[in-house]
């Protein structure tokens, strides 16, 4: 079945994915570009105004440390990866140290290429592979593909040209991202695509093929055929634009890429039924546009939202999980919630916060306390918005200080409710304290204004949870034709 994969991709590939079973690879990393993203959460309901959050992604900044010499070494001795390096790129990332140091670039290209070796594993024969890449480490990830692959295996350079709000500087432009395409073996799935006569062609041609004609005497000329053309073979400079505002698609994921570039890539390098891969998956543009065009498909992504945003832009399309794919490596009973609260705090909290629809904190510690945010429709307010906020704690103790902290976190976000989510069940001064703040009223619903959930909680049917209707969540615009007594978790 279709499967997300939530967790390093290196460890996905290693142990869940069989060596010549993916049909087509794309994948769009960090570009090792030196910045933070963030992802804005902007609700589609205009007259709701303050409900903008962001919260960052990822941090595209490498550095030298334990974990780059660690899979230094892992890489040199061929003890990260299924099948031992080639001896190319065992040289060639010696030969980048002694070079680049231990510079952040390293650091980088050390954490790239045993996943490349492993994405050349799981790979067929008639596989292909796309490798998306700015300047900033474009020239050092062609280097390490060609000890990969092979230089016999370099297919295409694409330019991906597009335009975007100028600056001034004293330089060029850089309007167009690189993106390498490798095949694996010599007799590769394509599929031509072409683009439009020129209209000078159009003119000449009349839209029809050109026949070449070879007279007795050896000479050539060509004549218009009857069969219309299909345009001219695609180029290697594509020109697409960027995915901003108020495209249709448009997510608000800083690295969003248009699906219309997938899409090219998806339809001339596979057929349907073919299983695609994207190995850095992030807001799932691949994985949306394999499912329009009927191929099978395998994402993995590190961090729980993007996950998240995946699983609700296929939602939205009408594609279930548990019916159309699978989500590994989530929390799926108590025991394994515990392990992501003690391994990854924040990826924890996220996911916490995802099960309640709400909107992730824009930092890592928490905004003054506060890790999620629930934006709702009350008209009875000025600026017609309710706030609720969510506080996670994933320890394995509790005290009623965290339901004080959280009236307190109420009181500076002048919030209508607060949720408090524990590993672990709440103790009776906490219920005592929590019923101290009593009730508000929503469109003549009682909501308590303080609400303890466990953990355990977040994985019954219906969520034991008292919540405004018409909840706004961050990529749906809420139908507020619908009763207004439905129940969210229903």
């Not at 991906?160 to 709000?165: G, P, Q, V």
Request: proline share 5%; hydrophobic share 35%.
């Amino acid at each position: 079945m279709n499967t997300l994969y939530f967790g390093d991709n290196l460890e996905i590939l290693r142990d869940k994915i069989p060596s010549d079973s993916v049909d087509l690879i794309y994948l769009d990393p960090p570009f090792k570009s030196g910045k933070d993203y963030n992802i804005i959460f902007e609700p589609e309901l205009g007259k709701v105004k303050g409900a903008t959050a962001q919260i960052k992604t990822f941090e595209d900044t490498w550095s030298w440390g334990e974990e780059a010499e660690r899979e230094f070494q892992g890489l040199i001795t061929g003890s990260i990866t299924n099948e031992k390096p080639n001896q190319r790129i065992i040289d060639l990332i010696k030969a980048m140290r002694s070079y680049l140091n231990e510079s952040s670039i390293m650091a980088y290209l050390t954490m790239m290429a045993p996943r490349l070796i492993e994405m050349k594993r799981v790979l067929k024969e008639t596989g292909s592979i796309y490798l998306h890449c700015d300047p900033t480490a474009s020239h050092y990830l062609k280097l390490v593909m060609d000890a990969i692959f092979g230089i016999r295996f370099f297919q295409n350079e694409i330019v991906w040209r597009y335009r975007r709000w100028p600056s001034k500087q004293s330089n060029f432009q850089r309007m167009h991202d690189v993106i390498f395409r490798y095949t694996k073996g010599v007799d590769w799935t394509w599929h031509q695509l072409y683009e439009e006569l020129s209209p000078s062609s159009l003119k000449q041609w009349k839209g029809k093929r050109r026949v070449d004609i070879v007279s007795e005497s050896g000479a050539r000329h060509s004549e218009i055929g009857e069969e219309e053309s299909p345009g001219v073979p695609m180029s290697d400079v594509w020109e697409i634009s960027q995915i901003t505002a108020p495209w249709k698609e448009y997510l608000g994921y800083p690295t969003q890429k248009p699906e219309f570039l997938l899409e090219r890539i998806i339809r001339s390098s596979s057929n349907e039924g073919d299983l695609v891969l994207d190995p850095f998956c992030g807001c799932g543009t691949t994985i949306a546009v394999a499912e329009r065009e009927r191929r099978r498909w395998i994402g993995v992504d590190i961090t729980y939202l993007a996950i998240d945003i995946i699983k609700k832009r296929l939602e939205k399309n009408g594609i279930e999980e548990g019916v159309n794919f699978i989500i590994d490596g989530e929390p799926t009973d108590l025991y394994s919630a515990g392990k992501l609260a003690a391994q990854k705090p924040f990826q924890f909290q996220v996911w916490c916060i995802s099960k309640l629809n709400g909107t992730p904190s824009q930092t890592k510690s928490g905004d003054e306390g506060v890790d999620g945010i629930i934006n709702f429709i009350d008209l009875t307010k000025q600026n017609k918005a309710g706030t609720g906020i969510i506080s996670v704690k994933g320890t394995q103790s509790v005290n009623p200080g965290m339901v004080r902290d959280l009236k307190g976190a109420m009181k500076s976000k002048n919030a209508d409710f607060g949720i408090l989510i524990t590993l672990i069940e709440s103790t009776q001064g906490m219920k005592i304290e929590a019923v101290k703040d009593g009730y508000f009223e929503h469109r003549n619903n009682k909501i308590p204004r303080i609400q303890l959930l466990t953990v355990e909680d977040l994985f019954k049917k219906p969520i034991p949870i008292i919540l405004p209707s018409d909840i706004l969540e961050p990529y749906k615009k809420p139908d507020i034709n619908k009763n207004n007594q439905k129940k969210l978790f229903n």
